[in-house]
């Protein structure tokens, strides 16, 4: 099995600053790697696909890149709508494994 | 607009039964892979089965294997997993999802609201 570990598992930051997420894989994935966002009481939305790609209607400040084992997710200036709980998926193996979430809390 | 509208959680005793349905609509259910996704209380996801357009392959993750089972029926535009000997660690909110690729990386591009599972005495 794929171990997923996401760091941190918590974040504060304010409105405008730059964040940066990480997940890492323990083994090789490729490109396999999507990121989502889940509000509370919500389903998950998908943000990233194929680590770096870019979901329809989500904004630009969400950018995502890495390959291999090591994946990043930025967000380039925080908006009151990003304070959420973010989620990485490898979709290297059937069904993958997520990571254990960081949740971004406003400082 | 894609919809998939989950049913069938409530409560059930260790060792029942219960059967959840995803109604899909909004998209050509027969060209997709499903998933269903799981999230207790307080806790992650994880990706509990899918399913393969045709049903010929299924996939599921080892905690539920040989307990649920995942099915579809293309002709109704529903998705369901059936899942017996119920423990209490199943107690979730169970999303139905829509898998998609693109130059063959899967992804979840779509998610209901869930249903909520709960199992206990």
């Known amino acids: 099995d794929i171990q997923m570990t996401q760091s941190p598992s918590s974040l504060s930051a304010s409105v405008g600053d730059r964040v940066t997420i990480t997940c890492r894989t323990s083994q090789i994935i490729s490109s396999y790697l999507n990121w989502y966002q889940q509000k509370p009481g919500k389903a998950p939305k998908l943000l990233i696909f194929?680590?770096?790609a870019l979901q329809s209607g989500v904004p630009s400040r969400f950018t995502g890149s890495g390959s291999g084992t090591e994946f990043t997710l930025t967000i380039s200036s925080l908006q009151p709508e990003d304070f959420a709980t973010y989620y990485c998926?490898?979709?290297?193996?059937?069904?993958?494994?997520f990571g254990q979430g960081t949740k971004l809390q406003i400082k | 607009e894609v919809q998939l509208v989950e049913s069938g959680g409530g409560l059930v005793q260790p060792g029942g039964s219960l059967r959840l349905s995803c109604a899909a609509s909004?998209?050509?259910?027969?060209?997709?892979?499903m998933s269903w996704v799981r999230q207790a209380p307080g806790k992650g996801l994880e990706w509990v089965a899918n399913i393969n357009q045709d049903e010929s392959e299924k996939y599921s993750v080892d905690s539920v294997k040989g307990r649920f089972t995942i099915s579809r029926d293309n002709a109704e535009n529903s998705l369901y997993l059936q899942m017996d000997s119920l423990r209490a660690e199943d107690t979730a909110v169970y999303f139905c999802a829509r898998d998609r690729d693109w130059n063959s990386y899967p992804y979840l591009d779509y998610w209901g609201q869930g249903t909520l599972v709960t199992v206990s005495s």
């Open positions: 194929a680590a770096s």
């Open positions: 909004g998209f050509t259910f027969s060209d997709h892979w």
């Open positions: 998926q490898e979709s290297f193996s059937n069904p993958g494994s």
